[in-house]
């Protein structure tokens, strides 16, 4: 069995079988990217439920893995180096979990090009411009007698979708073939319904992204991520 002793993590959520890849998630849609990269690149791995609590992500043990305290976290016991690796950031662990296991990062230095472009551009602009849409639509924000931050994060997921939309006409997925920019992407629209923000970023006049969410969601692997870790 892999010594993880040195990852203070560990004394929390304790691992079953130290030799395979430890995830420390819980299903949003930055942690489910992880899960479902994992599952449909076969690397066998065991899920340790981090909930979003303060007693949980803002843990010592946790904060040892992500000082960022944020969700996803994972440890490979079988390091590029030879020895075991931390890592944490969602698009970080896609980019590692493509290259471990060579697949879902295209077959060629251009492929890789084209489906990075995608993952950043879910990482610096879809993500969190649906994120904050999600506060100020649904959550607190959402009780502000100011409107115009509301309104400001509707318009601006309206673009990104359209972006997204026109890029997929004619398209199955993102960047070529299924990849970590469809694993990073997708989830982020599946977002909207629990935001119940569909209506407000006109979600059903972009059918190229109806679509693509209905494959993306159909993938038998997709399905398995989405509910690990389970959130009871």
């Known amino acids: ?3 993880l002793s040195a990852f203070p993590i ?9 030799d395979v890849l430890q ?3 819980f299903p949003t849609p930055n942690g489910v990217k992880a899960s479902i990269a994992l599952e449909e690149m076969e690397i066998p791995y065991e899920a340790h439920k981090v909930t979003l609590a303060d007693a949980d992500v803002k843990s010592p043990e946790f904060l040892s893995l992500n000082p960022n305290n944020k969700i996803p976290a994972i440890i ?5 180096d030879g020895a075991p690796v931390g890592i944490f950031e969602s698009g970080a ?3 590692y979990l ?6 879902l990062l295209g077959n060629s230095a251009s492929d890789r090009a084209q489906i990075t472009q995608w993952l950043m551009f879910q990482m610096g602009g879809l993500g969190p411009m649906l994120g ?3 506060f100020f639509y649904k959550f607190a924000g959402s009780e502000w007698e100011d409107k115009r931050p509301q309104q400001r994060y509707i318009d601006e997921g309206k673009r ?3 972006v997204l939309n026109l890029e997929l006409a004619g398209k199955d997925w993102i960047a070529g073939d299924y990849s970590i920019a469809d694993i990073a992407i997708a989830p982020w629209l599946r977002a909207l319904d629990f935001y119940g923000a569909k209506e407000a970023v006109g979600w059903e006049d972009q059918s190229n992204l109806v679509d693509y969410l209905d494959r993306f969601t159909a993938r038998p692997a997709v399905q398995k991520g989405l509910v690990t870790p389970p959130r009871d």
């Open 23 to 25: 995830l420390y998630s």
């Open 98 to 103: 493509a290259e471990k296991s060579g697949k």
């Open 132 to 134: 904050q849409l999600g």
């Open 1 to 3: 069995m892999a010594d």
């Open 10 to 18: 560990t004394k929390k959520w304790p691992p079953q079988n130290s």
């Open 93 to 95: 662990i896609l980019l």
């Open 160 to 162: 990104l979708l359209n």
């Open 76 to 80: 490979d016991p079988n390091g590029p």
